[in-house]
């Protein structure tokens, strides 16, 4: 299909009757999800001390802000009341993952899996930006790689497959990164250096590291940049467990059985930890 077709195909739908008012349904919904949120959920921690805290003047005055200074454009919500923004941004990680499964034809079973899982929970509790590169992959390069690598140690590893088909694509956070510097000044060990030594550090770094190269090679021959994208936390020396929900979403999707052993493997973990804490 040319792009004339999907066009022309695109118009026609917004067209009818029925795409606005199934639009008028949603939105309503969203609304209604916001104010409930707002109301009844609790604060996440993330969001609470560090991106409701932003400031589009100098982001990196946030001591806890570890991500490239370019991603406060992307959370115009945080400059709203806390509560409001607070549930805003749940609502973007529910939806991106839902949109995610549903443009990778994850069906049900994927959205049992992600929504039910304890790294989804760590991100409810926390209520983190990893709705971002999750969007920056499904988009994929030029629409998203700005989302994607805004967050890379989750699903950064997708940049190389993009590389691979045109490496031009490497200029769009080049040239973003640039314009940081020049407007925010040139302070990267602020995003290259995370809380490493953290407990909520889960990176199997540097063990993983031959895993996760040979799973970069999978993707390379078979230029998968989801299977490039979920070796990335083998890689990379640090990563929260709430990161880790893109990786089940994307292997709920593409790769059930990985997921299902991801999946159990992590609740195994979860009920481990509480019988030796308790």
């Known amino acids: 299909m040319t792009t004339k077709d999907i066009r022309r195909e695109a118009i026609s739908i917004i067209g009818t009757s ?34 409701s805290q932003l400031s589009f003047a100098d982001p990196y005055s946030v001591d806890s802000f570890f991500n490239p200074p370019f991603t406060v454009l992307f959370l115009p919500h945080h400059v709203l009341p806390l509560h409001l923004s607070n549930a805003i941004n749940f609502t973007l990680n529910i939806i991106v993952i839902a949109f995610a499964i549903y443009r990778l034809n994850g069906g049900w079973l994927a959205m049992a899996l992600v929504f039910t899982s304890p790294v989804f929970f760590d991100l409810a509790r926390t209520n983190n930006i990893d709705w971002l590169p999750l969007l920056g992959l499904v ?14 140690q989750s699903l950064g590893g997708a940049l190389l497959i993009w590389a691979k088909r045109d490496w031009k694509v490497l200029l769009i956070p080049l040239a973003a990164i640039l314009l940081a510097f020049a407007i925010w000044g040139f302070r990267p060990t602020n995003f290259v250096s995370p809380p490493l030594d953290a407990s909520f550090n889960f990176s199997p770094f540097p063990i993983g590291i031959p895993y996760g190269l040979y799973l970069l090679w999978q993707a390379w021959k078979s230029d998968d940049s989801y299977l490039a994208a979920v070796a990335t936390p083998l890689l990379v020396p640090y990563i929260a467990p709430y990161s880790l929900t893109g990786v089940l979403c994307i292997l709920s999707c593409r790769h059930k059985k990985a997921a299902m052993w991801f999946y159990f493997a992590i609740w195994a973990f979860v009920i481990v930890e509480i019988r030796r804490h308790y």
Request: with cysteine; charged share 10%.
């Open 139 to 152: 988009l994929g390069p030029y629409w998203g790689i700005l989302f994607l690598v805004s967050k890379p």
């Open 18 to 51: 029925a795409f606005w008012w199934k639009s008028g349904v949603v939105i309503l919904c969203l609304i209604v999800s916001v104010a409930l949120l707002t109301k009844f959920y609790p604060l996440g921690v993330d969001w609470r001390v560090t991106f």
